[in-house]
Nanobody, 114 residues
Framework: QVQLQESGPGLVKASQTLSLTCAVS??????????WNWIRQPPGKGLEWIGF???????DYSPSLKSRTSISMDTSKNQFALQLRSVTPEDTAVYCC??????WGQGTQVTVSS
């Protein structure tokens, strides 16, 4: 069974870049057909899809975040990463990685300070 674990700073200053990593265990991120997502939930709001990377490396992003988002994968470490540039306090949220056959990481709180 695939397991996912997010890691990264819990506090980021406004205008800087938020960088998170999702380590995958129990399976390879290059498994044919697998895709890997980043999702977030701001306080008091619903889930928001951020973006996706396919096992082939193809990416897709939410239109509202596309200009500030990059998702990449490191096959040597079996992990994928999120970069969100020029953050504001509105980017404060619990960030989760998902993928494989529908597995979720536990999520990590990221607060953007003004």
């Amino acid at each position: 069974q695939v397991q996912l674990q997010e890691s990264g700073p819990g506090l980021v200053k406004a205008s800087q870049t938020l960088s998170l990593t999702c380590a995958v265990s129990g399976g390879s991120i290059t498994t044919n057909g697998y895709g890997w997502n980043w999702i977030r939930q701001p306080p008091g709001k619903g889930l928001e899809w951020i973006g996706f990377i396919h096992n082939t490396g193809t990416t897709d992003y939410s239109p509202s975040l596309k200009s500030r988002t990059s998702i990449s994968m490191d096959t040597s470490k079996n992990q994928f990463a999120l970069q969100l540039r020029s953050v504001t306090p509105e980017d404060t949220a619990v960030y989760c990685c998902t993928g494989g056959l529908g597995e979720w990481g536990q999520g990590t709180q990221v607060t953007v300070s003004s």
